[in-house]
């Protein structure tokens, strides 16, 4: 079996190729690349890695800024605090906030863009509404407090309307959310969670 230098499968592999994919670069079975790779050492990849390779084959899709001045500190500071009180943390993947109120989807966003340098495209929006409210006003309402386009929110979910009283003023245009899906991107804000949590234990 002739040898497959341990220099040019490092290269493929950190490149973000798979064994497969690399076995058609190189002119060889799966077999020959999994053999060398073994004898070279070369640390294999988790599937989780992996997918997130080729879902980012151009890399993180964000940067966190390094320089904090006094406004970046206080932008930084509330998106934390948002997610902290209103985001979900049972998953390790998905970043996700869920509100009525359209200031602070808003300010988490910027937080996203402005603080992580997250690239725009990345970001996913959706709705819940009563099936008592009119789908189109709904879309309407968030499309103009958060500056993007209608199509944006995709299929509108619809519930049934929530007993009596005043639930419809409460809610009138539904709960909107705001949705990142990026593991490493999720570690780092648990990380700034945590951080700030222990810095008020005494």
């Keep these: 079996m002739s040898t497959l230098k341990k220099e040019n499968l490092v290269k493929l592999y950190v490149s973000g190729k798979s064994m497969f994919e690399i076995s058609v670069i190189l002119n060889c079975s799966v077999h020959k690349i999994t053999y060398w790779m073994d004898k070279h050492k070369i ?15 151009k890399g993180d899709p964000f940067k966190i800024v390094e320089v904090f001045d006094s406004e970046k500190n206080f932008l930084r500071g509330l998106g ?9 943390k049972t998953t390790n993947n998905a970043i996700r906030v869920a509100n009525t109120d359209a200031g602070m989807i808003r300010n988490f966003r ?3 863009l402005e603080i992580c340098g997250l690239e ?12 008592d409210s009119d789908v189109e006003n709904v879309k309407a309402h968030w499309s103009k407090e958060l500056g993007i386009n209608p199509d944006k929110f995709g299929k509108i979910v ?7 009283g005043t639930y419809k003023r409460k809610s009138e245009f539904g709960v909107c959310t705001i949705t990142v899906s990026n593991p490493k991107l999720k570690l780092w804000i648990m990380n700034q969670i945590k951080d700030l949590g222990n810095a008020w234990i005494v």
Excluded at 120 to 131: A, D, G, L, M
Excluded at 159 to 164: A, T, Y
Aim: charged content about 35%.
């Design 43 to 57: 640390k294999r990849r988790k599937i989780s890695e992996a997918m997130y390779l080729k879902l980012n084959p």
């Design 80 to 88: 934390i605090g948002i997610y902290w009180g209103e985001g979900q």
């Design 110 to 112: 910027r937080f996203l």
């Design 120 to 131: 725009e495209r990345k970001i996913f929006y959706s709705i819940v509404c009563f099936k």
């Design 158 to 164: 619809r519930i049934p309307k929530q007993g009596k």
